[in-house]
């Protein structure tokens, strides 16, 4: 067998996996994951459970390659902070953390119910919260020492940090809850993710310098 022959046949079950992980990011951000069987995602593949099972043993297994998908995601645009300088720079490095978060939507559609079943999924979770407000933190340092924002203890800082940081995880669900029909619905991502960032800005906006 040649090399070339068996660099493909290493690449197949590699395309599978990731056909599988898209397939099932999708039907989990349509239903909810606990509205999603792996049956369901077997036949939008057209593929037998038994090969979807040799990819991913269970459910929980494709949840947690799509975390890690979601925590790579975010680990790429969260340097961005470091980058702000102005409330005009600060807008787009929200967007694109909202952008993550509704590409991974089910994560948060469906949080605490993972969260209280998935283990796994509770460490990446507390994980990547630390980051994602060390990076909130990072760019309202930033905004401050530009005199974008109004000077403020650290602690005060901090407090805000979180505040943002709320904003970003729950925004979904108070979407949700407005319009449970259509909320998290592909045709809905402009309207939801502008206005999540619309909500963050405002926050900013109160600190600008009189």
């Known amino acids: 067998m040649s090399n070339d022959t068996a660099a493909l046949r290493q690449k197949a079950p590699r395309r599978t996996a990731e056909r599988i992980l898209d397939v099932a990011l999708d039907l989990f951000n349509r239903y909810g994951e606990p509205g999603t069987s792996t049956g369901m995602i077997a036949a939008e593949l057209r593929i037998s459970p038994g090969n979807l099972y040799y990819h991913y043993p269970a459910k929980e297994a494709l949840v947690n390659a799509l975390v890690e998908r979601y925590e790579g995601a975010m680990q790429q645009a969260l340097p961005r902070a470091a980058t702000v300088s102005g409330l005009d720079e600060a807008s787009p490095f929200i967007r694109l953390l909202f952008e993550q978060i509704w590409q991974h939507r089910f994560l948060y559609r469906d949080l605490n119910d993972l969260l209280t079943r998935n283990r796994a999924l509770e460490q990446h979770h507390n994980r990547m919260r630390e980051r994602q407000h060390a990076a909130l933190n990072l760019m ?14 650290a602690e005060q800082r901090t407090q805000l940090a979180t505040t943002l940081l709320l904003v970003l995880t729950y925004w979904l669900s108070h979407e949700y809850a407005s319009q449970p029909r259509s909320a998290l619905e592909p045709d809905n991502q402009t309207r939801a993710i502008a206005r999540g960032v619309a909500q963050v800005s405002s926050l900013l906006e109160l600190l600008r310098p009189c």
């Open 140 to 153: 309202l340092e930033r905004l401050q020492q530009t005199g974008a924002l109004r000077p403020a203890a």
